[in-house]
């Protein structure tokens, strides 16, 4: 094999790894973080903070005594607080033995009840905030479509197109546009639109409507290329027109759609146009279990990707109070969908290679990455939600184990015996190990 051909891949292993190694990293300092700072208003000292397990390359000490370090095993962090045995939060008898009563109240293990459950829930709480706030500001910056429907950057395809930026769309196909917010409206509107390669459009410019010749609103585009898709794979990338599949001419999204969907799976052959030039992609679509807005999962195949209009749709400015609700919309769906998807592999309702281990969430990384800042910072988010979801199930070592034992120390008056403890800890740890093997099996093995 030739030395240079590894070159590529040996780059986009690289970028794969450190875009992994960022999100991993913003999420584990969100989740730590807000462990340490509510352990601290409740008064509990903290004495470590690392990002990352194992030898330490950099630390300071702060004015309050606390060790804050990178260690150089990036895939993880914790705290540590005073009285703690270690990393996992054991308690250290010796230690709080020597303690007076004072100071045992700012251990983990010696503060009251409310104050350790406060602590323990604020790692995902802090997750759940950080998502809030990257989705609500993303839908900040991005605002909301402008009505009536204004054209704003234009998409290049190789279709004639005649449309300007700041052009106001009135008709198309001599049929009325209407508002982009009815969503059934327009639904229909999109339907009824013939499939050509060009169509009419009637538009108010500089004042007064003009007709112009553009393409299909929805044309063969490629927006965005899903990760670990069959369009990835095949080296497609945002900005493609997919112009042909299996040598017959194609107009619109939705006619791709239809030929993917009915393919069963068969290879398709696909005339891709990139920059003026003709390329040749061959690509088999991939079973997708998907998530239906009324509950519930429904299969199709698919290659990954998603279209757009042929052109941006100019956007307004949203207020700060809709940019937050939807924010908290967007964590809710998040959650909604893993814990849908969860429950249906359980169930065996879909297919249990959808859950993803380090290895695919890697993978998306760099994706996501790849196609810029926003999709990157927004896959962030969704990560930390699905992390902070994780770290609230009620197994022993993970943050909803530890508030199960408090909340049976509110109800029994008493906390767990030490040797129940390290029983229900130690087949906490077997579980958590013998599922993060399970995804990894899924990451080299599913198709």
């Known amino acids: 094999m030739d030395a240079l051909s590894l070159v590529p891949q040996f780059g986009g292993l690289i970028w794969t790894i450190l875009a992994f190694v960022v999100a991993l990293s913003v999420i584990v300092a969100i989740h730590e973080y807000g462990h340490y700072i509510v352990g601290r208003w409740s008064g509990i000292e903290a004495e470590v903070f690392s990002l990352g397990f194992g030898p330490v390359i950099w630390s300071r000490t702060d004015k309050r005594g606390t060790q804050w370090q990178i260690a150089a095993l990036p895939f993880g962090g914790y705290v540590k607080f005073l009285g703690d045995s270690n990393a996992a939060s054991g308690t250290d008898a010796e230690a709080l033995a020597g303690m007076s009563p004072e100071e045992q109240r700012h251990t983990m293990a010696g503060a009251p009840l409310w104050a350790r459950s406060a602590t323990v829930a604020a790692g995902p709480i802090f997750n759940f905030a950080l998502s809030v706030v990257v989705f609500a500001a993303v839908i900040f910056a991005r605002g909301e479509i402008a009505e009536p429907l204004t054209v704003g950057d234009l998409r290049p395809v190789p279709m004639t197109n005649e449309l300007q930026e700041g052009d106001r769309i009135l008709e198309i196909a001599d049929m009325a546009v209407p ?261 990894v099996f899924n990451d080299l093995f599913c198709p």
Not at 417 to 431: E, I, K, P, T, W
Request: net charge negative.
């Open 179 to 439: 508002s982009f917010g009815d969503t059934e409206g327009f639904e229909r509107f999109s339907d009824a639109l013939p499939r050509a390669p060009e169509l009419p459009y009637r538009v108010s410019r500089d004042g007064r409507e003009v007709t112009v010749t553009g393409p299909y609103p929805y044309p063969p585009i490629v927006t965005q290329v899903i990760p670990q898709s069959a369009a990835l794979a095949a080296g497609l990338r945002p900005g493609d027109v997919i112009t042909e599949v299996n040598g017959d001419r194609i107009a619109a999204f939705d006619d791709l759609r239809e030929i993917v969907e009915t393919s069963e799976g068969a290879a398709l052959a696909l005339t891709v146009w990139r920059d003026g030039e003709t390329l040749e992609r061959t690509l088999e679509p991939k079973r997708t279990d998907e998530p239906q807005p009324g509950g519930g999962f429904e299969t199709h195949w698919r290659i990954g990707i998603i279209g757009g209009m042929v052109f941006e749709p100019a956007t307004e400015m949203v207020g700060p109070l809709t940019a937050l609700w939807g924010g908290v919309a967007q964590v809710g769906t998040v959650i909604q969908g893993s814990l849908s998807g969860l429950w249906h592999m359980v169930t065996g309702a879909i297919s249990s290679c959808n859950l993803s281990g380090p290895i695919g969430i890697a993978e998306t990384s760099g994706a996501m990455a790849s196609q810029g800042a926003m999709s990157f910072i927004w896959f962030i988010a969704v990560l930390s939600t699905a992390v902070g979801l994780l770290n609230l199930f009620p197994v022993p070592v993970l943050d909803g184990g530890h508030l199960v034992f408090h909340a049976y120390e509110a109800i029994s008056g008493r906390p767990p015996s030490d040797r129940a403890l390290q029983a229900l800890m130690g087949a906490g740890l077997v579980a958590i190990l013998s599922l993060m093997a399970f995804a």
